[in-house]
């Protein structure tokens, strides 16, 4: 067999299966995959002490509501776009924020606290949607901590970035 010969034989034996069995295993995963940026509606971010959760944002309505540091609560319309949703669905996707769990906190002490401040962030989606609920101080699993102030600090900057646009 001539040399061209056994790379052909090589490139057909190896490299083509491999090539069709990543298409075969793959597509249907891609295909079926939940959390899917096109199908992504809106989403809800909360926040406070307690169970006040006594500020929040929710892009279905737009009405962001919170309380300034005269402890005044101020209310304004704000609406993103869908370039805002599909990079905050980027970032959510490479956070990992969909394999997060729905509480990360250090366990009943955070969530007995009165005076713990927490974090709630909902994203709906067309067919599903995904909460978290994540105490700051929480100190376990610093990638669970990690891709949680992420997430968090991404939607803070979106608010601010579209609060000051609007003023």
Partial sequence: MTTKGKKIFLILSVVVPFIIYSIVYYAPIIRNAPFKAKEFVSFEYKWGVGDSLENS???ATGVYRYVNNKDSVVV????FNTQDFFYLDSVAHIQGFWN???QIANGEEDLKNPKALK????FNYQKKSKEVTFYPDFNGNPKL?????QMQKTLEQMLNDAERKAN
């Fill in 57 to 59: 944002y929710n892009s």
């Fill in 76 to 79: 304004k319309q704000i609406k």
């Fill in 100 to 102: 997060l769990p729905g």
């Fill in 119 to 122: 974090y709630y962030m909902k």
């Fill in 145 to 149: 901590k990690s891709a949680a102030v």
